[in-house]
């Protein structure tokens, strides 16, 4: 079964660093799409970074010029650095992806969130 796994998540000062990583695993034919969303409480799930497989990325407005998404194809695993981080960035982050599996059953799959907590 294909799986995500968030890594990378914690408790940081406001305008520290911090560094996500999420790896999908499994029988894996190849990754597309791969993507950050985040929740606060009492907020809607929004979308904070995506980039596919051939490196085109795109950004929420709030998080541009702070956070970067990368990825490793070769790992099927994606990453968000995230500097000059604000209170207002305090959220359970959660990984996306849209894998194509053994089967070759393309499917969307959520991680199952890491919790990065902001102090000022």
């Known amino acids: 079964q294909v799986q995500l796994m968030e890594s990378g998540g914690g408790l940081v000062q406001a305008g520290g660093s911090l560094r996500l990583s999420c790896a999908a695993s499994g029988n894996i034919v190849s990754s597309n799409v791969m993507a950050w969303y985040r929740q606060a409480p009492g907020k809607q799930r929004g979308l904070v970074a995506r980039?596919?497989?051939?490196?085109?990325?795109n950004y929420a407005d709030s998080v541009k010029g702070r956070f970067t998404i990368s990825r490793d194809n070769a790992k099927n695993t994606v990453y968000l650095q995230m500097n000059s981080l604000k209170p207002e960035d305090t959220a359970v982050y959660y990984c996306?992806?849209?894998?194509?599996?053994?089967?070759?059953?393309?499917?969307?799959?959520w991680g199952q969130g890491t919790q990065v907590t902001v102090s000022s």
């Open positions: 980039i596919s497989r051939s490196g085109s990325t």
């Open positions: 996306n992806a849209i894998i194509t599996g053994a089967d070759y059953d393309t499917r969307f799959y």
